[in-house]
């Protein structure tokens, strides 16, 4: 599966990614918002793998995929959907990004392209997301995308021996529908 955007292909990952997804996964500032201290090499290729086999399942529910810039070549990324059953009317994305990659639209970019992808290839309703609420820059991300604020649960994940909060996020068709509308009437002459 391959997807384009103007500066991103957004293609199915091979295993072969894996040195690639380690280099930015072992990054302190890429692990600030995760539970995990440090990235092997076995724990990123079976990061890896599971994508691999979600790629098999038929039908396949869950596509995440990896975020290359067109430019270079380089991986900085991934980004997916991910339905809980084949028809299900809903389904979460999600993201992350090379941190020497952050600040460039990159995730938004991505974002976009699988939120489109969510609504008119998978013929969703809803499209939610969670991020920690002290990772502001995905939350921007989530609200460039159109996504209206749903809650923030208090203190739903701990680790690095801290309570963390999180923010729900989530996007029907028809608002996103009226949002691509409306920007395609403001270009228009």
């Known amino acids: 599966m391959e997807l384009t955007t103007d500066r991103l292909i957004l293609r199915d990952f091979v295993f072969d990614d894996w040195p690639a997804v380690l280099a ?11 539970p995990w201290t440090e990235r092997t090499p076995e724990d990123v290729q079976r990061f ?10 038929q039908p396949r529910v869950k596509v ?14 991934n ?37 489109e992808f969510g609504f008119t290839r998978l013929k969703v309703h809803r499209i939610w997301a969670r991020c920690l609420a002290a990772n502001t820059a995905s939350a921007r991300v989530l609200e460039r995308l159109g996504m209206h604020p749903e809650g923030r649960p208090r203190e739903t994940d ?6 963390w909060d999180t923010l729900m996020y989530a996007l029907l068709e028809d608002d996103w529908r009226a949002r691509n509308q409306a920007t395609r009437n403001q270009v228009s002459p």
Not at 24 to 34: A, E, I, S, T
Not at 80 to 95: K, L, M, T
């Open 158 to 163: 701990y680790f690095k021996g801290r309570w």
């Open 79 to 115: 980004c997916g959907i991910r339905q809980e059953a084949f028809d299900e009317p809903q389904a979460d994305i999600g993201y992350e990004l090379n941190p020497d990659q952050w600040g460039h639209g990159y995730a938004t970019e991505a974002a976009r392209a699988i939120v």
């Open 64 to 77: 995440q995929l990896a975020l290359v810039l067109k430019s270079t070549g380089q991986l900085i990324g």
């Open 24 to 34: 930015y996964q072992r990054d302190p500032r890429y692990l600030r918002y995760y």
């Open 48 to 57: 890896v793998q599971r994508f691999l086999d979600q790629q098999q399942a």
